[in-house]
């Protein structure tokens, strides 16, 4: 089965979880020292950017405690609502009321809950703020988009696990431009519902058929739906996909299934050749390393068949950029089991490659800061973001993600969110802030108000299935529409059923 | 506005809620004295067949409760579950496992719950029956799926009000085939969701473009989306839609507001023209006449213009066949304002006109029958049905059903028909029967796999919502699944959290 090539260069499956751990986990990748000298395939211009962005983030995060530790001692003092205000305003630069800060003898502010309150106004900033994601549009010079389409693929969609460890999926681990991504919803353990992934497809094709957008369902291509599972090099059996147990090749397993049966029901459900492609991909999330499951001849993927970055880079840290390019692609072709000039799999060989090239100046990056593995293994996530996606602020830990369309249906992936978030945030004395996210196109009367309702029910719903966590300061939950389109948050009213902060606000809770 | 031949001939838009009764509520439709005389659109063929239908299964579920009673009384003689098993095959044609029927003399029969689990399988039983729906598949000898299209509509989408006295729409009251309906989902008021059937259309109109089903996407035809809405004639106050508080003139408002915001999110967010067709109907369920809202050459409809066919019934009951539907077509081309000849209208003209027509013979039927209204102008539901939708059985207060992926996000629903069912059957001192019903498409791998777990989330959220119900034995929730294209229905366990009934069987709760 496998290729005398890709055994000699030790590149493609390489025997992948042999030898194994306890409990089947493999073992971890032997990490290169850091060295000086960068990868041939590193992007310094892309990565000191992304490292610019990501300290911008971590630093509006890591300011609000201060300044809110800085107004706590003076909270009784004369004045000092319209001060706090103000001060918010100059350190966080939000705008919050006064009315948050009014303080009564009896009555001190909750400060677990401001924390959270300003935590979510923060990450809102950051969605207002609107990073330049120029970086990914295009790939050696050609637009990305156009390159992707080329290669076969007139869509792709994403779905990761719910993990905050990948809440930098899409800009710094696979650094695909957000535009070419037509959907990313996240799931625990990256369980998605086959049925809604059917209508996703059936949305998009219908635009090619009536519109031609993104192209004419004439055009030869295919919906590409990418599966991106995770698990912990470091410490394989504890830091990895908790909704799977830590267990990597479940993980892998269950997530190759769902693919495989969206694969099936787009085939059975409609006629005339309709097909889409799959690919499973894990990320490692002490590296950024990612591991993709390169389909044969056959368009057959397996859990123990892929490609590693991490060996990849070893592998191709001393070449030069174009030899490193072309052990790339003959990586992906071995592990393929076909020729690198075979026709009939070249598509999605060369988005296999694309994705792996790109991975790789990710774990230059990393590498490069940290002199080895990121340094917190574990989760540091900001916030929960249940309802609907958001993507516009993209971080390793940023947030928890559970796409959802009601708490009912996605009570376990929150209840994995909480229970993640609750530990670290108790620590810190600080309540876990959980945004409702609901979208909704403008265009369509009545939309905003049925969102609204959506995000005043799921809040509800979120604080029922929480109760306690709420009554005693641990959860803070907060509901804010997104017009459809990169408009801002805009957060809403919803029917306060935590505990007050006695500001008496519109827009709390 | 108004054309002086409707004036003169009183059929169209007749001052409809002019005068009004306390609450702007409109005055009774005088009802013709019952005539010996069928009217010329009398269908006596077809409503013969739906009476003995709606006799038969009237008959099957009043037999549930004497079988019982007559159980009841021996549930402590030896022997008694398996006589009691064999009698329920033979007094009901039900197949239920003798453990159902083992009483202890501590723990005596939950007669309450039996009942409710017996009506569920009656129902069940009556949806394999498979009643012959051959009487509404053509109209004057044409097929009437061919002659929808011809007339301009590829597809029929009816959404109805949640109450039970709509519950025989399709089969009784607009008497449409029910293979010409793409799709039917009922909700309190009407009030469906707009983003729903915004996917709903999308996928129709992606089988014209991929498949030509049912026709192809270059044929000039729409996607029409009927809405229904209902009152009460005889006591408009107190029998009207329980969701709009018995207001027709909120009932309708609600609904065409509804439908119109579907008309412009297909325009809006659908480029080269798309379009769609949407109708206001209502009932009136003292006498299952209908109002037509027919609309005008602008494609508008109005709360207070509408065709009525109990008026109508009254009108033309005295002519000849080809008179009194030439005096329908009058009435519609009235009430849209245009000339009878009106190119630009025929289509929605005949679909209203073949409504309406079918409703005359519904009225007469009733008419026929209870020479006047139904006696029962209430609700006498049988049982609730939550999920996904179900129409094999139709028949006025068969059961009040509510359409919902989630309860959380149907939960007002569900609790207008708990508290509907729930006072009758406290009279009664039964359970509600509540039917979680999920559907699948077998053809899609793991697809019953998710229903089954979508049933038992919904059960169980259910049970959660209604606790006190359940606890006290007022409320029974069972789930069922039910595969694409007319299976039968398969009861299947969930976690149970209701009143146990001690028979330990796997289908129970």
């Known amino acids: 089965m496998r290729p005398a090539a890709a055994r ?28 000086s000298s960068a990868h041939p395939l590193a992007d310094a211009a892309a990565s000191a950017a992304l490292r610019r962005r990501g300290d911008e983030i971590e630093a509006a995060f890591s300011a609000v405690a201060p300044a809110l530790q800085s107004l706590a001692e003076r909270q009784f003092e004369a004045g000092f609502a319209e001060r706090a205000a103000a001060e918010l305003r100059h350190r966080l630069d939000l705008e919050v009321p006064p009315a948050w800060f009014e303080a009564r003898w009896n009555a001190p502010l909750d400060m677990p809950a401001l924390h959270a309150r300003c935590v979510l106004r923060t990450f809102a900033r950051l969605v207002e703020r609107g990073f330049d994601a120029s970086h990914a549009a295009s790939s050696d010079g050609e637009p990305v988009a156009a390159l992707i389409q080329r290669w076969g693929f007139h869509a792709v969609d994403i779905t990761p696990c719910a993990d905050g460890r990948l809440a930098g999926v899409v800009d710094f681990i696979l650094r695909v431009p957000a535009a070419v991504v037509a959907y990313r919803r996240s799931y ?15 949305a998009v094709e219908l635009r090619r058929w009536r519109e031609g957008r993104p192209n004419a369902a004439s055009e030869p291509t295919r919906y590409l739906k990418v599966g991106v599972y995770h698990f912990s090099s470091v410490e394989p059996a504890h830091e990895g996909c908790a909704a799977h147990g830590s267990d990597t090749s479940r993980a892998a397993a269950s997530l190759l299934e769902r ?3 969206f694969a099936a029901a787009v085939e059975r459900t409609h006629c005339c050749g309709a097909s ?4 499973l991909v894990g990320v490692d999330t002490d590296t950024d390393a990612i591991r993709v499951h390169v389909p044969d001849a056959a368009g057959t993927m397996a859990v123990d068949r892929y490609v590693c970055s991490a060996r990849l880079y070893a592998a191709t840290q001393d070449l030069a950029r174009e030899a490193a390019k072309e052990a790339i692609r003959q990586a992906v072709a ?32 990393v590498r490069a800061r940290y002199g080895g593995p990121y340094p917190e293994r574990g989760h540091d996530e900001k916030l929960i973001v249940v309802g609907d996606p958001i993507d516009d602020v993209q971080l390793r830990n940023l947030a928890f993600q559970a796409q959802m369309d009601s708490v009912e249906e996605g009570a376990g992936d929150l209840a994995v969110g909480v229970r993640i978030l609750g530990a670290r945030h108790r620590e810190l004395g600080v309540a876990v802030p959980v945004l409702v996210l609901q979208r909704y196109d ?6 905003r108000e049925r969102a609204q309702a959506r995000a005043a029910r799921m809040a ?7 109760a306690a966590a709420v009554a005693g300061g641990e959860l803070w939950v907060e509901a804010a529409l997104r017009a459809d389109g990169g408009a801002n948050l805009e957060f809403v009213a919803t029917a306060a059923a935590q505990r007050r902060c006695g500001c008496g606000t519109e827009s709390c809770g």
Do not use: S
């Not at 889409?276 to 690919?279: E, G, K, M, N, T």
């Open 442 to 447: 403008a265009r369509i009367p009545g939309a």
């Open 259 to 261: 693919l495989q049966q």
């Open 334 to 365: 071995d592990c393929a089991g076909v020729a690198a000039d075979d026709a009939a799999t070249e598509g999605m060989r060369w988005f296999c490659g694309y994705l792996l090239k790109n991975n790789l100046a990710q774990v230059d990056a």
């Open 276 to 279: 889409v492609a799959i690919l």
């Open 188 to 202: 625990a353990g990256a369980m998605f519902d086959v049925e809604e992934a059917l209508a996703h497809w059936e």
């Open 8 to 35: 000699d260069r030790g590149l493609a499956w390489p025997a992948p979880w042999q030898p194994r751990g306890a409990g089947g986990m493999p073992l971890a990748v032997a990490w290169p020292a850091a060295a």
């Open 460 to 466: 509800a719903a979120v604080r029922d299935r929480h």
